[in-house]
């Protein structure tokens, strides 16, 4: 099995979902983190962003090697996201060659253009990589399972989780794989690892474990379709 975490710039699929991509890669799934792009324009005084760029791809492997997965940077320049067919086809292609079983992405709605814009082309790509009468490469299609949204401070708007997730034993994990980061240590704008590390354990106190990462299903995924209320058999 499979999980890919998409997200638009190195360190947001960490930040959202480290934790539990930790958890699955410990029970044997194979964890892929795709960044869109290196998030590079928000470069400290002290370097240029083609630098950056390139140290925030290297702290993304070292944060996934941590969290006993792989990481894929594409070439996108950050805050020039744009929705096309031809971005699409490209994230398409992706999940024909890797073969996710299951994605995590941002949610619908967010401050950030960019985060907006990497879910719609997730679910975007998504379909496009099911269809058979779709040419990509020459490959095979491939369904995807199912997509979620997962936490972030920017994407918060109509944001309500429907799954807590224990991450109580992958959360030192996850913590020392955000610190791997410059911009989650030294930003001066948002306290980043603060932030997340209080989430954890919010989520937790709330998913009445010590500390847990949250995720929202896909609109309309989470209607349950059975001969039955779920936990109250009538045979």
């Known amino acids: 099995m499979h999980l890919m975490i998409v997200g638009a710039h190195c360190g947001d ?3 959202q979902a480290g934790a539990i991509a930790h958890k ?3 029970a044997g799934y194979k964890v892929t983190f795709l960044h869109l792009t290196a ?22 492997e070292k944060a996934a090697a941590i969290l006993g997965g792989m990481s894929i940077t594409l070439s996108h320049r950050d805050a020039e996201l744009e929705f096309t067919a031809e971005l699409s086809k490209e994230v398409a292609t992706i999940f024909r060659t890797e073969k996710p079983d299951f994605v995590i992405t941002h949610w619908v709605n967010s401050m950030h253009p960019d985060h907006a814009i990497c879910q719609k082309l997730v679910q975007d790509a998504w379909l496009k990589a099911s269809l058979p009468g779709f040419e990509l490469d020459g490959l095979p299609p491939h369904g995807i399972r ?3 949204h997962s936490e972030n401070w920017e ?16 959360f030192d994990a996850y913590l020392e794989a955000l ?7 030294n930003s001066g704008s948002f306290r980043y690892y603060d932030y997340y590390k209080a989430l954890g354990t919010t989520r937790g106190c709330l998913g009445r474990t010590q500390y847990a990462q949250t995720l929202q299903n896909s609109k309309g995924l989470h209607v349950r379709r059975e001969g039955h209320i779920p936990g109250f058999q009538t045979t």
């Open 155 to 170: 994407d918060m708007e109509g944001y309500e989780p429907d799954i807590y997730v224990d991450v109580t034993e992958s």
């Open 146 to 148: 199912r997509v979620f």
């Open 39 to 60: 998030g590079e324009k928000g470069a400290p005084p002290h370097l240029d962003t083609e630098v950056y760029r390139q140290q925030k791809i290297a702290e993304a």
């Open 13 to 15: 699929g960490e930040l």
């Open 24 to 26: 699955y890669a410990e």
């Open 179 to 185: 610190s791997c980061y410059w911009f989650i240590m």
